[in-house]
T-cell receptor
């Protein structure tokens, strides 16, 4: 099992450009999440999904959109990138959103917006 | 609102000694879970240990144990017999049972000295 994978691993964008980050999991998990991690800070939730076809906003959703068309995939889009979106992005998944269900994380995507 | 506080930005420990990483939390949920994750310099997030708010005993996983003091709202991670490979960032996180969201603290950087 590959677990949670993220594509790409690194990306540099110019201000105003758009891009999509792809997250895939092969554990048949219902719940998927997108986080960002900035220097000296913990992870902050951007958007999440509790099942195929559903999405919801997290703590810091502005400037991002997401889609969950297939259970195994969760896409994060930046329509018009800004330097403030320079960060490391992590995708995660879990079988449940409650109790002891741990979240399994992907390796991260380092995004730089110039 | 939920909040996690980690007051130790950085800590040192001598190899083979025990170390305690502090975590305090705040939540209005009567039922919640507490998690610890390790982030080595390679960047991935590794789940270490979970404690449920109604668990009678403190959680243990190998060299990791969680010192859970519900009345004080603290969930400190204890690492026994530290190893050089324990050098990493450590994040405390919480999820209330009324929410699917995992809230992270700002982390503690642990350095194990030989």
């Amino acid at each position: 099992n590959a677990g949670v994978t993220q594509t790409p691993k690194f990306r540099v964008l110019k201000t105003g450009q758009s891009m999509t980050l792809l997250c895939a999991q092969d554990m048949n998990h219902e719940y998927m999440y997108w986080y960002r991690q900035d220097p000296g800070m913990g992870l902050r939730l951007i958007h999440y999904s509790v099942g195929e076809g559903t999405t919801a906003k997290g703590e810091v959703p502005d400037g991002y959109n997401v889609s969950r068309l297939k259970k195994q995939n969760f896409l994060l889009g930046l329509e018009s990138a800004a330097p403030s979106q320079t960060s490391v992005y992590f995708c995660a998944s879990s079988y449940s959103g409650q109790g002891e269900a741990e979240q399994y994380f992907g390796p991260g995507t380092r995004l730089t917006v110039t | 609102a939920q909040k996690i506080t980690q007051t130790q930005p950085g800590m040192f420990v001598q190899e083979k000694e025990a170390v305690t990483l502090d975590c305090t939390y705040d939540t209005s949920d009567p039922s919640y879970g507490l998690f610890w994750y390790k982030q080595p310099s390679s960047g991935e997030m590794i789940f270490l240990i979970y404690q449920g708010s109604y668990d009678q005993q403190n959680a243990t996983e190998g060299r990791y144990s969680l010192n859970f003091q519900k009345a004080r709202k603290s969930a400190n991670l204890v690492i026994s017999a530290s190893q050089l490979g324990d050098s990493a960032m450590y994040f405390c996180a919480m999820r209330g049972d009324s929410s699917y969201k995992l809230i992270f603290g700002s982390g503690t950087r642990l350095l194990v000295r030989p």
